[in-house]
């Protein structure tokens, strides 16, 4: 399998498992969870899973045992560039944490296929991002992708059911802005020659620590998340459904996600990266809001969701 390949295949396979976000984001409120504090179990967990795997690949090296090429150098080189990289990426787990605690607010009073699709729509600009800043070339595959995603989008926004209640459409705006500094700050390391000095498995430390910190300003500025922390530690689906995110979201990033990612980024092509994978979300998530949670969907809807297939097509054939 050649690079670009499988940077492709890995894109949309990390789109699909974003299911795993939208999910739990929309039963949190319905079993009067905090998914703050859901997201914080998930990243202090997965922080101790990073430094056991860390310290078990050492040990393995050591004994003359030959690992991934991904999973190289077992520990990040210590230098700037590698602390610029982890830098980013843990700016990025801030901003992620920001965007799942608007999204799940907006998902608590509005429908949640749309609320997710508006929300990915922040993969404009770091799409933007490497066009205007890595040097990368607009295709006519790119540019047809980009006009079908975000055709896809216009379609799913203007179809909304704005008879919900409350203030989901703000809420869902937050997260979007959220959305495109978490996207852009994952995506800008792959593009720097110090990313290679920082492993898949060390990225997706800086990550969770970044979702960690990202809780910890959440309950320096929220009296409700201290609440909630307090009385929620102990609820046994709080631990559940933080569980269900590390289980996804370890292996997809340390296998999927950024290398990946740097598989495209080295091509020239990481920009569709995030339009891959934010393609492939919404149809994913879709298919669940229509087929579990049977929300109903209208004809331009449902127009919406092939646009979004045909936005993957282009780009893998």
Aim: a positive charge; one cysteine or more; charged letters at 10%.
């Amino acid at each position: 399998m050649s690079s670009v390949t499988f940077g492709v295949v890995a894109m949309i396979l990390v789109g699909v498992s974003w299911i795993v976000w939208g999910y739990v984001a929309g039963v949190a409120p319905r079993r009067n969870l905090n998914m703050g504090l859901m997201v914080a179990g998930s990243a202090a967990m997965a922080i101790v899973i990073c430094l056991a795997a860390g310290a078990l690949l050492y040990g393995l090296n050591s004994r003359g045992v030959v690992l991934h090429k991904e999973l190289y150098p077992i520990f990040p080189v210590l230098n700037k560039g590698s602390l610029i990289v982890m830098g980013f990426v843990v700016l990025g787990g801030i901003f992620n944490f920001a965007q799942l605690q608007f999204m799940s607010k907006a998902m608590k009073y509005g429908p949640n296929g749309i609320i997710w699709s508006i929300v990915q729509a922040g993969f404009i600009v770091p799409f933007a991002l490497g066009i205007i800043c890595f040097g990368e070339k607009m295709s006519w595959a790119f540019a047809a992708a980009i006009t079908l995603v975000i055709a896809s989008l216009v379609l799913f926004a203007v179809t909304a059911d704005n008879s919900s209640k409350g203030h989901w459409l703000m809420f869902a705006l937050f997260s979007f802005f959220s959305t495109c500094m978490c996207q852009s700050m994952q995506y800008i390391p792959s593009n720097l020659a110090a990313a290679d000095g920082v492993s898949s498995l060390w990225r997706t430390f800086s990550y969770f620590v970044g979702l960690f910190l990202g809780f910890v300003i959440a309950c320096c500025f929220s009296r409700k998340m201290r609440q909630d922390t307090v009385a929620l530690v102990k609820n046994k689906y709080t631990w559940l459904y933080a569980l269900l995110i590390d289980v996804v979201e370890i292996f997809t990033c340390t296998c999927l996600f950024y290398p990946g990612m740097d598989a495209l980024a080295n091509s020239k092509i990481g920009a569709i990266s995030t339009q891959l994978m934010t393609a492939s979300g919404i149809v994913a998530f879709e298919l669940y809001a229509v087929l579990l949670l049977k929300e109903k969907r209208n004809k331009w809807q449902i127009t919406a969701l092939l646009l979004c297939l045909a936005s993957i097509a282009v780009i893998c054939f």
